[in-house]
Nanobody
Framework: QVQLVESGGGSVQAGGSLRLSCAAS????????RAWFRQAPSKEREGVASLDSTGAVSYTDSVKGRFIISLSNAENTLYLQMSSLKAEDTAMYYCAASLTPYCYADAALFDYWGQGTQVTVSS
């Protein structure tokens, strides 16, 4: 049974940093696409960062240079290091897994989702 469990969210002032974690069980993360999405109130869910089985990463433009996605194979855990946080980064953050080796932008193509962790950035 596949499970994704996020942690690490919280409240931080603008300019601060947070690291989100997503522990996976039931499959080997390194062989599939893993990604972080976020959803702010009254907005659509958007892809933030992704990491595919080849190690290729992708970021949405608004977080480039500030966020880093990484994977610990030993821990089977996906991370999102977030720095220089802005108020507009405030959202519920979800990790997701697609049982394909490559990543696609469409959230509907992801097979498994975590429960989400809230990130609130105050200005």
């Amino acid at each position: 049974q596949v499970q994704l469990v996020e942690s690490g969210g919280g409240s931080v002032q603008a300019g601060g940093s947070l690291r989100l974690s997503c522990a996976a069980s039931g499959f080997a993360s390194r062989t599939y696409c893993r990604a972080w999405f976020r959803q702010a109130p009254s907005k659509e869910r958007e892809g933030v960062a992704s990491l595919d089985s080849t190690g290729a990463v992708s970021y949405t433009d608004s977080v480039k240079g500030r966020f880093i996605i990484s994977l610990s194979n030993a821990e089977n855990t996906l991370y999102l290091q977030m720095s220089s946080l802005k108020a507009e980064d405030t959202a519920m953050y979800y990790c997701a897994a697609s049982l394909t080796p490559y990543c696609y932008a469409d959230a509907a193509l992801f097979d498994y989702w975590g429960q989400g962790t809230q990130v609130t950035v105050s200005s």
